[in-house]
């Protein structure tokens, strides 16, 4: 069983619609929660950030994170297109040196139809 | 700031040959990653530098993998012998270690085709 677990898609939504992206974890040492966008040929690009549990908003994102079910959300209100993306959730450990060494999703590729 | 620049873009090469992967990281940064990308593996970390000191390199597939980062600005990553196994994109990223989060800041990626 992989430490992280996302959900490949792909994932076709109209435009305007609330998107849910999910990833469900095995290591409880995890303490810091990302979400990464990564448009087609390029690097992935922080999206989110949040450490530990709650609820994070920006913008037309909101991230969650419930520590106790191991498991992260990624919100997005009022898809558009150029939310197409692949959507990567990555998740690392506590101290300076677990904090870098993140442990990604496989990667959810989500398409925004006008 | 130019971002992380990383070279070649695109390398093509037959089983056997060795393959050297370039990386320039973002001036400042005191972290600088290696990732592989696939579609069955998705993205994996191969091995990560702190300060030019490798830290953890237990991602590193096998002994034909290995990196090297001789100053703050410059590291590669060698493949002696490639093996068609070994196509994939990989990604070069850099980090703060002073930071008020963990953000990697990924380059484009070189995408190593092995016939």
């Known amino acids: 069983q992989k430490e992280v677990e996302q959900d490949p898609g792909p994932l076709s939504v109209p435009e305007g619609a609330i998107v849910s992206l999910n990833c469900t974890y095995s290591?409880?040492?995890?303490?810091?929660f990302m979400w990464y966008r990564q448009y087609s040929r390029k690097g992935p690009e922080l999206l989110m950030y949040?450490?530990?549990?709650g609820n994070k908003e920006d913008g037309r994102f909101t991230a969650q994170v419930d520590k106790s079910s191991k498991y992260i959300s990624l919100f997005i209100r009022d898809s558009q297109p150029s939310d197409s993306a692949t959507y990567l959730c990555?998740?690392?450990?506590?101290?300076?040196?677990?904090?870098?060494?993140?442990?990604f999703g496989q990667g959810t590729r989500l398409t925004i139809n006008p | 700031d130019a971002g992380v620049i990383q070279s070649p873009r695109h390398e093509v090469t037959e089983m056997g040959q060795e393959v050297t992967l370039r990386c320039k990281p973002i001036?400042?940064?005191?972290?600088l990653f290696w990732y592989r990308q696939t579609m069955m593996r998705g993205l994996e970390l191969l091995i990560y530098?702190?300060?030019?000191?490798?830290?953890?390199d237990s991602g590193m597939p096998e002994d034909r993998f290995s990196a090297k980062m001789p100053n703050a600005s410059f590291s590669t990553l060698k493949i002696q012998p490639s093996e068609p196994r070994d196509s994939a994109v990989y990604f070069c990223?850099?980090?703060?270690?002073?930071?008020?989060?963990?953000?990697?800041?990924f380059g484009p990626g070189t995408r190593l085709t092995v016939t």
């Open positions: 949040t450490y530990s549990s």
């Open positions: 290591n409880s040492a995890f303490q810091y």
């Open positions: 530098f702190n300060n030019n000191v490798p830290i953890d």
């Open positions: 990555a998740m690392s450990g506590g101290g300076l040196q677990g904090a870098q060494k993140l442990v």
């Open positions: 001036s400042g940064h005191d972290y």
């Open positions: 990223a850099s980090s703060r270690e002073l930071a008020t989060t963990y953000e990697q800041y």
